[in-house]
């Protein structure tokens, strides 16, 4: 797909894709007070110029909370002058609009409103700066929706489950399915993704037509264990993410390699903090769809002020620079002088012909003078640039490196294994390692003999994230049920020597196959769920009347792909103090939601007396005190299952100007009737799949299809 007006058809969609402009940052500074303002009205100008169907942005329009009159002023002023006109809209939405701004006042799309006249139409998510607040969650970004300026979408009504619905837009053949995920603290919707709390609903018709574009404004990069949202957790159906928030601009589509789809980050259009990656330069992007092939045209924006960035290591200069040196502070100083001399003799030769961009630019050394230097006065030495550099009360910044600690148990997490294994194991990153390291390093007393590190360690996972009390007990009870047969089956003679033998090279065996392994687990969360399912029972026929109710329901999985998962079962659980759901409406939806109150044993006796089915593995349990020798003789068989393997291939297109990717699905599946939620433009993905799992049809199928997976997996926050 070539860039260009030649391709700018009646099928091509044409959006200007542009994230974290941050209106009304550093508004008070007398240098810097402007910026944000006058990029904002670059990005509009070149919407307007290269006439574009919308605008995409992607969170953090403004700075602050509560913008000020003057950042709310001059954005509505910019967004009349050049996103109202007569220029008719060429693509029409085909999804139900009261569902994608359901929690508008006027939940439809702004140029569809007979009083507004509309040129380019703006759609954004809001971001971590600007989210909504207060008793009534409003957002800066609500003020402009209801002035009908911007279209505002994303937003997530609960805390305790997200469903992702997709605005569907289309312009002559090509289909869009535009999903948004406005920004949410990024441990809850790590724990949400985890937990199998976040769906993505697709569309029921043509499934396979549509171009998937998901817009999301979390950390991409690791700040903590969970801090972040690893690019593995998101849909492998998507053909596009647009990811705010992460200011650096890597606006090309970098593709990921284990979920095959583009990653686009656009980075910020102003500089907010002075790191390195705020250095890069800024851009704004022109993505071109037509079909399932799209184009990205990067546009340099020519007004944001410029900024250089280099570092020091004192340490790394002895010949220069001697600690025992009295006058080495000094020597230091007027080595810094040289380098911002440099700087800014770099800015004034890359300002050349650029009328548009400030003149002053923004400068910072970041000095490391660990080794025993000591540190100039930062404010005298910035005074003598206070006229030729944006910033100069911090040009220069000290700081002292810090040793970094062994992180051995998180350097290395494969993403791959948490993508393929059960939804059950999904918290496997975060304590099986410590499990691992634990017993790798413990004395030879108190190694396992008859478990595995890693078994044990999903268990113990289990157990500390998910409240599995019966996990550790379950697994240690399975595996020795799987011992016992071993033993049997080989005729081992009860001789303690030979029977520990047997069992050192039986266990290595299972270490050694990973697919076995897993099913092991598996099979002991199933257990423990179904254990947990009878205490909640019991539990609740007990307190049913009490204010606090604590239920926890086992639901089995609606619909099978060739047998070979039925019977298994997702925990759900509802709890609550005598008022209805929070933040749900099921009449929306179609389907059944959790509410709140007394009625703990009401819904359980109901999903009894419905078209759920009952699931209660029959559990062999030997007295706690029972040796291996007299325990081994009492085993039973357990089913084995087969894994599922998928095919992709994409064909894709480079222009040496522009980067341009084209997708083509090279086999696909016949698609069956799909299980559909009252919304009739869209279908809901079984409930019981895994962080990668498969939209199962109703009736069995051949072919495991790509394009019909959806990982979006439920997931929820405790």
Not at 25 to 43: C, H, L, P, Q, S
Not at 348 to 374: F, M
Not at 466 to 474: G, L, P, S, Y
Request: charged share 30%; net charge negative.
């Amino acid at each position: 797909m070539s860039s260009g007006n030649a391709i700018d058809d009646d099928n091509t969609f044409k959006i200007l894709i542009t994230t974290d402009i941050h209106l009304g940052y550093m508004e008070k500074d007398a240098i810097r007070g402007n910026d944000t303002f006058v990029t904002f009205k670059e990005i509009l100008k070149i919407a307007e110029e290269k006439k574009v169907d919308f605008i995409l942005m992607g969170g953090d329009l403004f700075h602050d909370n509560k913008p000020s009159r003057k950042t709310l002023h001059a954005c509505i002023e910019q967004l009349r002058k050049h996103c109202m006109g007569d220029r008719p809209i060429q693509f029409e939405v085909l999804s139900d609009q009261s569902v994608n701004f359901g929690f508008s006042r006027f939940p439809w799309v702004n140029y569809q409103d007979t009083n507004m006249n509309i040129s380019i139409p703006i759609f954004s998510i809001h971001g971590n700066h600007d989210d909504p607040t207060g008793a009534d969650g409003l957002c800066a970004l609500d003020i402009l929706s209801c002035a009908g300026l911007i279209n505002h979408f994303g937003r997530s009504m609960s805390v305790e489950k997200i469903e992702i619905t997709p605005l569907l837009l289309q312009k002559g053949d090509t289909k869009i399915a535009l999903y948004g995920l406005g920004a949410i603290p990024d441990e809850r919707l790590y724990r949400m993704f985890i937990n199998k709390q976040v769906m993505m609903l697709r569309p029921k018709e043509d499934e396979d037509n549509w171009f998937n574009l998901f817009v999301v404004h979390q950390n991409r990069s690791k700040h903590g264990a969970t801090n972040y949202i690893p690019e593995q957790f998101l849909d492998d159906f998507i053909d596009l993410v647009i990811w705010g928030h992460e200011h650096e601009c890597k606006i090309a589509p970098a593709r990921n390699e284990q979920q095959l789809f583009y990653v686009s980050q656009p980075g910020s259009s102003v500089v907010t903090s002075l790191s390195p990656g705020e250095a890069v330069k800024k851009h704004v992007g022109i993505l071109r769809i037509k079909g399932k092939k799209m184009n990205m045209q990067k546009v340099p924006l020519q007004t944001v002020r410029q900024f250089f960035v280099e570092d020091i290591v004192l340490a790394d200069n002895p010949d220069l620079f001697n600690p025992d040196n009295p006058k080495v502070t000094q020597k230091i100083e007027n080595f810094c002088l040289e380098k911002v001399e440099t700087l800014l003799e770099n800015a004034e030769r890359e300002r050349l012909g650029n009328h548009l961009q400030p003149e002053k630019p923004l400068v910072r050394l970041r000095v490391d003078y660990s080794g025993g230097y000591e540190p100039f006065s930062t404010l005298r030495f910035s005074q003598k640039f206070v006229d030729r550099v944006a910033n100069p009360k911090d040009v220069v910044h000290f700081f002292r490196h810090k040793e970094q600690k062994d992180k051995k148990g998180e350097e290395q997490i494969n993403f791959e294994k948490l993508v393929k294994k059960p939804a059950a194991e999904g918290m496997t990153l975060r304590v099986e390692d410590l499990v691992k390291q634990y017993f790798e390093t413990a004395e030879k007393n108190v190694q396992l003999s008859l478990l595995t590190e890693r078994g044990m360690g999903e268990a113990v996972q289990e157990f500390v994230d998910k409240e599995e009390k019966d996990a550790i007990e379950e697994l240690v009870k399975f595996q020795l049920e799987k011992t016992q047969r071993f033993l049997k089956e080989r005729h081992i003679d009860a001789v303690e020597e030979t029977i520990d033998e047997e069992i050192r090279v039986f266990r290595d065996s299972r270490k050694k196959n990973m697919s076995e392994e897993d099913e092991e687990v598996r099979e002991a969360m199933i257990r423990a769920r179904a254990n947990r399912s009878e205490t909640g029972d019991a539990a609740s026929t007990i307190s049913g009347d009490e204010d606090d109710v604590d239920i926890e329901i086992l639901e089995p999985m609606d619909v099978d792909s060739g047998g070979d998962d039925e019977g298994r079962m997702v925990p759900s659980r509802g709890r609550g103090r005598a008022r209805g759901g929070r933040g749900q409406n099921s009449s929306t939806r179609g389907t059944s939601r959790r509410g709140r109150g007394r009625g703990g044993k009401d819904q359980l006796e109901a999903r009894a007396s419905g078209s759920t089915r009952s699931y209660k593995p029959a559990v062999t349990t030997p007295a706690k005190n029972m040796s291996i020798i007299d325990a081994f003789k009492s085993a039973r068989h357990q089913p084995s299952r087969a894994a599922t393997k998928k095919t992709f291939s994409e064909d894709i297109e480079e222009d040496n100007s522009d980067v341009e990717i084209s997708y083509t699905a090279s086999s696909r599946a016949s698609k069956a009737d799909q299980r559909t939620s009252s919304i009739s433009s869209y279908k809901r993905p079984s409930q019981s799949q895994s962080l990668r799992g498969v939209n199962f049809d109703d009736d069995d199928e051949d072919e495991y299809d790509p394009f019909q997976t959806t990982s979006s997996s439920r997931r929820g926050r405790r």
